[in-house]
């Protein structure tokens, strides 16, 4: 069986151009994928009855992620999630970053992978996407080499595998920032079921920065549980979670550990997370929402669809007792998510 990719011109930006890539198994499912934010364009599965729907927030054309606030299906770096106070010491020297969440930097603030135009190279069934970060970026010490490479299988299985390195020691926590909705968007994700394969998670704060604890993941549990179900839903408010649940080591495929199952009953599709990260931090799009219309035609909104965020802990490098994620001068960051998709 094959899997063939496909290229297009889809526009400029500051004078690069801007691609829409096609990665197509025999089935006829896709990925799109563009080297803007080396960001997941769409994912279009069949479901019980092999309709192929589209599965994953995003945009028809470039214009929706030139004006995207919420990180749509993007590449996130060179730090995921939140460094507290923007700032953190690394070898006795204290670096600054860009607060652009209160007082807190969220995903490296305006130096974010996500607005950056990736060099591209295609093969048989992937893309490869590059880009250099100077010494200095966004705050960040070190000349940072990135790559992120991106492949689709005949199984309706998309990897995605990050490699860098840097000139000297900095930290790293590179993921992707999907939105998934397996009913292709018929509903938002209340009826979703979720299979978090967690026994703890880090304790947040209110503005979502750790305490430094790590705490039995009690309510907040999931297995095989309605989402709506953990959410607190009035007529006028939908308080939605934003949680880091650590992963029980185990079984899973590729080397990877087995993660979470999300499904859709209505659908039968089904979505299973793969990785080598220590966490996967769900977000459930409560502050999802787009200027530019999605695919659907309409503009996203709150919990339209999920993020389910592979990555090291947030804001490890301000808590020593967490597994840390630094990137030594010499060493090879190294990291994988398996999206496999299928139906129930």
Known sequence: MAVNTTTRLWGQHNGHNVYLFKIENESGAYVELTNYGAAIVSVVVPDRLQHFENVVVGFPNLEGYLNDTCYI??????Y?????NARFKLDDRIYYLDANDGKNSNHAGKSGFNYRVFTAEVFDNGVVMTLTSPDGDGGFPGKLEFMVIYTWSDDNELLIHYKAT?????IANFTNHAYFNLS???SKIYNHKLTLLSDSIVDLHEDYTPSGAIIPVGQKAFNNNKLGDKFNIDENH???LNLYYIINTGAGENGLTYAALLTDEASGRALKVYTDYPGVFLYTGDYLSSTMPIHTGQGAKPFDALCLECQHYPDSINHPDFPQAVLRAGDVYDQSILYKFGTI
């Open 73 to 78: 299906g993007s590449t996130i770096g060179r």
């Open 80 to 84: 995921g999630n939140r460094i507290s």
């Open 166 to 170: 840097a000139n000297k020691a900095t």
């Open 184 to 186: 292709a968007f018929k």
């Open 238 to 240: 939908v308080e939605g």
